[in-house]
């Protein structure tokens, strides 16, 4: 599929509208060429591939359906078999380069959305770059590379090892065939591929910070060079097409950090009309103009934090109704099946009575973000673990943790960090010290980076230094999770104690004024769909039957005077994991009003 996005010549045109295709939507600009589509393929079993020159070569043996895993029915290939090195091809042209805007005053950029886990990637046989990091976006000038002529190929070779268990993988599996609470691999390319033209100077990336107690916002631009001799820079923000500040500034450096006053902001009785929130969305637009170079983005303005047992959203205590979300789809995985398919999920969360969501084990899709940014959903933004404690396992880890949190810390929608769950990769945290300063490093890092956002710093149980006590229960039984959870005294002999999975809760630091959240718990299987080795930690057996578990179990923790959120396991069956509140095809089990009532506590 080939887009041009906008024309660049029509009326003001805004970020925070837009169809949901475009990959990166914080950064955008009128041209560009998605080169999703069918691509060459071939499995590389014995790794000769490099030795024999294929990244020379114009196309492969056989078709695949880029963006989606070769493991993956959507891709037209659906071998989950071990393949460690897997290439692609995919040719372009003048078309292509038009539609990406491309002229010989312009560089070409070569972007990636995820390449899992670590590629290199060919141009015209030119070698333009390669990237390790399965979840994480990359990009390479590839200007220089294209060859004389309007035929043009880009060669991309993928290796992604199932026996590497130092890869952060999430719920990957390492075995053939899904186990337990793992599933398919998902390898190679699995997210948007796409060419865009820019200015040689132009905005390479932009950080958004608003302060609605000041008045301010910041926006902090790196640019793609130093500039030869100072630039002039314009950020101008817009709320529903008026204006709402601007500045202007020369800049002789390729970081800059322009802060816009934003006087509507000043008004005490009126600045909670420009707030985001999942009941009021509002989302703020934005002009950049670096030199030549003309750029939108968005942003919204809100605050996040914890204190007194609560979290706090602008300011005001905020009770998180939260939904575990896989992100995955059995036709294609960990890629969504269409842009659509992302919005639609954002969409179906809310419509079950959720305002916010925690996507496990996985770092997702922009464009989901994107959604939940603009229809008002709260995301946790949590990191897919690898599954040993090495040291090339934590510098893995580490990296592509601070890449997310660059990418994403724009988002108004993410407004919690997640780097551990379940002392997945460092299983001895209790007793191992190091383990517990990695985990504790972790907390920090993300704190450097990013002081706008609560840290949760081991999911479930174990935690060090953690800004909310985030525990996993999967008891059945409603009248012991009531009894459990109904007072803060009770929840404070299960910190002091041992946890009900037989684990320590906290290991370290002052939660005394810390949140608590049950932020996994439920689990209840009803298989709709006949699954294979359907599982689940307790079991349903009739529509009838699963409504009176999930709606006692849901009063029982809406009955707690204590608990400040909750994240309900899960919001879909997926594989053997029958646990959903829909099916694997997102068909609710129950009349969606009914889930919604249960949900939201209004029944």
């Known amino acids: 599929m080939l887009v041009g996005m906008i024309d660049d010549d029509s009326a003001l045109w805004s970020a925070s509208d837009q169809d949901g295709t475009y990959p990166r939507p914080q950064l955008v600009r009128p041209a560009w060429t998605d080169l999703s589509g069918t691509w060459t393929f071939a499995f590389d079993d014995v790794d000769a591939g490099l030795g024999e020159g294929w990244h020379e070569r114009r196309a492969f043996d056989r078709d695949i359906l880029v963006p989606f895993p070769p493991e993956s029915e959507a891709s037209g290939v659906g071998d989950t078999a071990?393949?460690?090195?897997?290439?692609?091809?995919?040719?372009?042209?003048?078309?292509?380069?038009?539609?990406?805007?491309h002229t010989e005053d312009t560089r070409l950029m070569l972007r990636f959305g995820a390449v899992d886990y670590r590629c290199r990637v060919w141009v015209d046989g030119h070698y333009a770059?390669?990237?390790e990091g399965g979840h994480t976006p990359f990009a390479f000038d590839v200007t220089d590379a294209l060859a004389p002529g309007d035929a043009h190929t880009v060669v991309v070779r993928a290796e992604d090892d199932p026996h590497d268990i130092g890869q952060p993988r999430g719920k990957q599996d390492w075995r053939e065939q899904p186990h337990v609470i793992w599933y398919h691999r998902t390898s190679g390319i699995w997210q948007p591929v796409w060419l865009e033209a820019v200015p040689a100077l132009s905005t390479a990336g932009v950080r958004w910070t608003a302060d609605p107690r000041t008045g301010l916002v910041t926006a902090g631009l790196e640019l793609s060079a130093v500039p030869a001799e100072p630039v002039e820079v314009h950020v101008d923000l817009f709320y529903e097409g008026r204006p709402l500040g601007s500045v202007q500034t020369t800049v002789s450096d390729d970081e800059a950090s322009l802060v816009i006053p934003v006087a509507a902001l000043?008004?005490?009785?009126?600045y909670e009309e420009l707030l985001w929130s999942p009941e009021h969305p509002r989302l703020i637009d934005a002009e950049i103009r670096v030199g030549a170079d003309r750029a939108r983005s968005?942003?919204?303005?809100r605050t996040a934090h914890v204190a007194r047992g609560r979290f706090f959203l602008n300011d005001r205590p905020y009770y998180v109704r939260s939904v575990l979300n896989q992100g995955y789809w059995p036709q294609s995985h960990l890629a969504a099946p269409s842009a659509r398919a992302l919005r639609d999920e954002a969409q179906l969360i809310k419509d079950l009575g959720f305002n916010a969501t925690r996507v496990h084990q996985k770092f997702e899709d922009p464009r989901f973000l994107y959604w939940a940014d603009r229809l008002g959903l709260l995301v946790w933004g949590e990191a897919p673990a690898s599954f040993t404690f090495t040291p090339v396992a934590v510098e893995r880890t580490v990296r592509e943790w601070l890449d997310i949190v660059r990418r994403d810390f724009s988002h108004p929608s993410i407004v919690t960090w997640v780097p551990l769950n379940e002392s997945?990769?460092?299983?001895?945290?209790?007793?191992?010290?190091?383990?517990?300063?990695?985990?504790?490093?972790?907390v920090s890092l993300t704190k450097a980076l990013d002081g706008t956002r609560p840290v949760v710093s081991n999911d479930g149980w174990e935690q060090v230094d953690t800004d909310i006590v985030a525990i996993h229960d999967?008891?059945?039984?409603?009248?012991?999770?009531g009894d459990r959870y109904r007072t803060r005294a009770a929840i404070d002999e299960l910190i002091g104690g041992v946890g009900p999975a037989g684990r320590i809760l906290v290991l370290s630091?002052?939660?005394?004024?810390?949140?608590?959240?049950?932020?996994?718990?439920g689990g209840i299987s009803y298989d709709v769909d006949s699954a294979a080795d359907a599982w689940g930690y307790s079991s349903a057996t009739s529509p009838s039957d699963f409504d009176a578990r999930l709606s006692a179990l849901m009063a029982a923790v809406h009955d707690s005077r204590a608990l400040a959120g909750f994240c309900y396991t899960q919001l879909t069956d997926?594989?053997?994991?029958?646990?959903?509140?829909?099916g694997a095809d997102r068909t609710p089990k129950l009349a969606l009003e009914r889930l919604r009532a249960i949900m939201s506590g209004t029944e």
């Open 129 to 131: 770059g390669g990237h």
């Open 424 to 442: 997945w990769g460092v299983q001895h945290i209790a007793t191992d010290t190091r383990m517990q300063h990695y985990a504790r490093a972790l």
């Open 474 to 481: 999967y008891e059945a039984d409603a009248v012991v999770v």
């Open 298 to 301: 968005y942003l919204g303005i």
């Open 266 to 270: 000043a008004n005490g009785q009126a």
């Open 509 to 521: 630091g002052d939660v005394d004024d810390a949140p608590v959240m049950l932020t996994e718990f």
């Open 82 to 101: 071990h393949h460690r090195v897997i290439w692609y091809s995919r040719s372009f042209g003048a078309d292509d380069l038009d539609r990406a805007g």
């Open 574 to 582: 997926t594989l053997q994991e029958t646990n959903g509140l829909v």
